[in-house]
């Protein structure tokens, strides 16, 4: 459907055209959900012709009272109900929440603050958000990063301590395993990950003995007035 632009009816063998325009959100990461194998390469190129990164909401607090206009009039309208206007303190509510659940959460609390709000004014007390917190680094002074170059660098510290010498070979040997696995044996996905060409990844593989070199007959061997050819 996606590459053809076409459907079949259940039943029918005749392709109908059809004129779409087809929109599609994750919150995954793709390109690892590939490199691990858990989402198809195809798909992916079929649908990302354009990509567009989207922060949460309480990364973007310019666009809360935006939206929040917008769903007033939208639920008014659905109401019946007149014009409606909103307190300063209402307003101030709302750009210091956190919406851990994003603009669906917000759409909500609008929806139920026009049901129990008087007299067409939405105060502060009218709001119900959620005890929901999002908690963020500089709201914890304990707080321990545990991003991916965070936890790598706790690593290395470790195998400083620990070990002596050669550490540079045997960084490059374990990453190099840990990426083959990480993709599924595939030396494409392995290449592509560490940025390397595969041929240098497959040569490197081979001398870590993770790649059975592959050996067949060609000639005659050297015994005998044969020769004996080794292909890799």
Excluded at 209 to 218: I, M, Y
Aim: charged share 25%; aromatic share 6%; net charge positive.
């Amino acid at each position: 459907v996606l590459q053809e632009r076409e459907v079949v009816r259940l039943g029918s063998r005749k392709n109908i055209a059809i004129d779409v325009r087809v929109l599609a959100a994750t919150n995954v990461q793709l390109e690892k959900a590939i490199n691990a194998g858990h989402f198809r390469e195809d798909l992916y190129y079929r649908l990302a012709v354009v990509s567009l990164e989207l922060s949460p909401l309480r990364e973007r607090p310019g666009d809360i009272l935006p939206l929040t206009w917008h769903f007033i009039e939208v639920y008014r309208r659905r109401l019946g109900y007149g014009p409606i206007t909103i307190s300063r303190e209402a307003e101030h509510k709302l750009k210091s929440y956190n919406w851990p659940g994003n603009i669906r959460e917000l759409e909500n609390v609008i929806h139920h603050t026009l049901l129990i709000c008087h007299k067409g004014v939405i105060g502060r007390d009218d709001l119900r958000l959620s005890n929901m917190r999002i908690e963020r680094q500089d709201d914890n002074p304990h707080h321990i990063d545990n991003s991916a170059e965070a936890l790598l660098a706790r690593a290395f510290q470790t195998l400083f301590e620990e070990q002596a010498g050669a550490l540079h070979e045997k960084v490059e040997d374990a990453l190099l395993r840990a990426a083959y696995r990480f993709s599924h044996y595939n030396q494409v996905h392995t290449a592509n990950l560490l940025g390397l060409s595969r041929n240098v990844t497959r040569s490197r593989l081979i001398k870590l003995g993770e790649l059975a070199v592959n050996k067949r007959r060609t000639g005659e061997n050297m015994q005998g007035g044969r020769m004996l050819h080794l292909s890799i």
